[in-house]
């Protein structure tokens, strides 16, 4: 098992950038897919951002592409999001998720085992 805590969302404004940090524990990083996901209010947990187990291949939702960047630290055992030129719309508590049932793909809440608890995000006008 692998024991996940998302830091770093806050207050910014449209415009500026966060980076998220997901520190894991229980297994090396390597051993999972990682995944980003947000959740706004009264909506659907959606995909963000995702690595394959090996860390090879990277998947964005296209909202965020050329804005979001996923990656990890394996001697921090941290993933991060590196959040830039944010817009309202990204507003959402984010978490990030472990996995290997990577069956249907790895931008579905089902293919992830272990969540984080959420770090909130907001941008502001």
């Known amino acids: 098992q692998v024991q996940l805590v998302e830091s770093g969302g806050g207050l910014v404004q449209a415009g500026g950038s966060l980076r998220l940090s997901c520190s894991a524990s229980?297994?090396?990083?390597?051993?999972?897919?990682m995944g980003w996901f947000r959740q706004a209010p009264g909506k659907e947990r959606e995909f963000v951002a995702a690595?394959?187990?090996?860390?090879?291949?990277?998947y964005y939702t296209n909202s965020v592409k050329g804005r979001f960047t996923i990656s990890r630290d394996k001697a921090k055992s941290t993933v991060y999001l590196q959040m830039h030129s944010l817009q309202v719309e990204d507003t959402a508590v984010y978490y990030c998720?472990?996995?290997?049932?990577?069956?249907?793909?790895?931008?579905?809440?089902?293919?992830?085992?272990?969540w984080g608890q959420g770090t909130q995000v907001t941008v502001s006008s």
């Open positions: 998720a472990a996995g290997g049932n990577s069956r249907k793909g790895l931008t579905v809440v089902a293919a992830y085992d272990y």
């Open positions: 690595f394959s187990r090996s860390g090879g291949s990277t």
């Open positions: 229980g297994r090396t990083l390597g051993s999972y897919a």
